[in-house]
């Protein structure tokens, strides 16, 4: 995914700045007016920077006088100690935006370096790593853009730019070819992926037509078997309950996509720290 759209990126500042600054930044303005402050963002451990756009965002919303000088650039490894921008500018509007910079920065920075882990497990195997609709509401595009910088893959946006027929929407329309067949006459052009607990139903998926089959909760064994009758004919995108150490078996089983939710939804923020010199 390249870089989100400015107005995505200034509807998140200004949700951030609102819910952080509201009437007035009480604190900073105890300091001189027309102060001018200098200083440095680091990181206090090892990652894959990320955020960068909604940072420079935040600090020219805040105040355009403010000037940023990075070092480095989103997708870019860096390391515990290293400075990653420095800045000068007014210190009423740099102390009023550090916190919802470095939220957006440290946020962003924790989901591609989990993903960036994920990739490194599965290097060579020809697998794509995709992340799923999990996300952090509000920020889908911005942890989804952060997916792609640690080098995974993206899934479906949301849910209007894919089908993805589940055991509800299978039941609910009389099984999995109903479900294709409807879903290819309401958008003949969008994607159609059936998910499937059984080999019985990914059959049933074969016949029906579709594009892409999840196979939800598999066994390794299961796995196998489904690539070996679909090879070619279909996608395969496991998923369910994969972890750091299921991640690399899976991927050798030979389905062409992973699909895991802890991509975005269970990232640790990376340590940052802003100082004024």
Not at 79 to 94: C, D, K, Q, V, Y
Not at 185 to 192: M, Q
Not at 228 to 253: F, Q, W
């Amino acid at each position: 995914m390249s870089s989100p759209s400015p107005a995505i990126i200034q509807q998140n500042v200004s949700a951030a700045l609102a819910e952080d600054v509201g009437s007035g930044d009480i604190t900073a303005a105890l300091i001189p007016d027309g102060a001018i402050a200098t200083g440095q963002v680091i990181t206090r451990e090892d990652g894959i920077l990320c955020g960068r756009p909604w940072v420079e965002a935040v600090f020219e919303a805040v105040d355009p006088a403010i000037v940023l000088d990075w070092r480095r650039d989103d997708g870019d490894a860096i390391a515990a100690g290293e400075r990653l921008f420095s800045f000068r500018g007014p210190a009423r509007g740099l102390l009023t935006a550090e916190r919802s910079a470095l939220n957006f920065l440290q946020l962003l920075s924790g989901t591609a370096t989990v993903c960036r882990r994920y990739a490194d497990r599965v290097e060579g195997t020809g697998v794509r790593l995709l992340d799923t609709r999990k996300t952090i509401p509000g920020l889908r595009i911005a942890q989804k853009y952060a997916v792609a910088c640690g080098g995974c893959h993206n899934h479906r946006i949301g849910l209007y730019d894919a089908f993805l027929i589940k055991e509800n929407h299978i039941n609910a329309c009389g099984g999995i070819a109903g479900a294709v067949a409807a879903a290819r006459d309401l958008a003949p052009g969008k994607p159609v992926e059936v998910e499937v607990e059984s080999l019985d139903e990914l059959d049933q998926a074969l016949a029906a037509g579709c594009d892409r089959v999840m196979l939800d909760n598999f066994s390794l064994e299961d796995m196998r078997e489904a690539v070996g009758r679909t090879r070619g004919r279909v996608e395969l995108e496991a998923s369910g309950n994969i972890t750091d150490t299921t991640l690399k078996p899976v991927a050798d089983t030979g389905v062409d996509f992973i699909s895991i939710g802890a991509l975005t939804k269970d990232c640790k923020a990376l340590d940052l720290s802003m100082r004024l010199d």
